[in-house]
């Protein structure tokens, strides 16, 4: 991919690389420890990232364990979104599209999305984007 001003290759995997980061809700994600309380974030790509599933399952039994936390790791994935829809965003499952990022085909490695995209045609539909797919729920709430 082109760089907008200098025509300079842009990595998008060095961007958002397959880290883990922990989910503390629907949708917000834990960024750090502020004083005396934790600080958290709607974006992923803000989000304290974490190299393995086993060092963010390990942070968060360490300090989300008490009532009322539910943290939940998510790796960051490459999705197939569509194009088409304005409000919500929809991903391709592999048959159609589905407002439900777990159903959605996900893809470790940037590439694979696009070699994917281009052996099913999907270009004209989809845009490849990244999300932080849930893989695994930390505690279940009482």
């Not at 922990?22 to 600080?39: A, M, Q, S, V």
């Not at 393995?52 to 939940?72: D, I, S």
């Not at 197939?80 to 959605?104: H, M, N, R, S």
Request: charged letters at 25%; one cysteine or more; aromatic letters at 16%.
């Amino acid at each position: 991919m082109a760089g907008a001003d200098n025509g300079e290759k842009i990595n998008l995997e060095q961007l958002f690389p397959s880290v883990y980061v922990i989910e503390l809700g629907n949708r917000t994600y834990f960024r750090k420890w502020g004083e005396k309380h934790i600080c958290v974030t709607a974006l992923f790509q803000q989000a304290k990232r974490f190299q393995t599933e086993m060092e963010a399952e390990h942070f968060a039994g360490r300090h989300f364990w008490y009532a009322g936390m539910n943290p939940c790791i998510c790796q960051i994935r490459w999705v197939l979104a569509a194009w088409e829809e304005l409000d919500d965003i929809w991903y391709w499952d592999g048959k159609g599209y589905t407002p439900v990022l777990q159903d959605a085909v996900s893809f470790l490695k940037i590439h694979e999305a696009d070699q994917y995209q281009k052996s099913h045609r999907l270009q004209e539909d989809t845009y490849i984007d990244a999300a932080a797919y849930r893989v695994k729920q930390v505690f279940q709430a009482a």
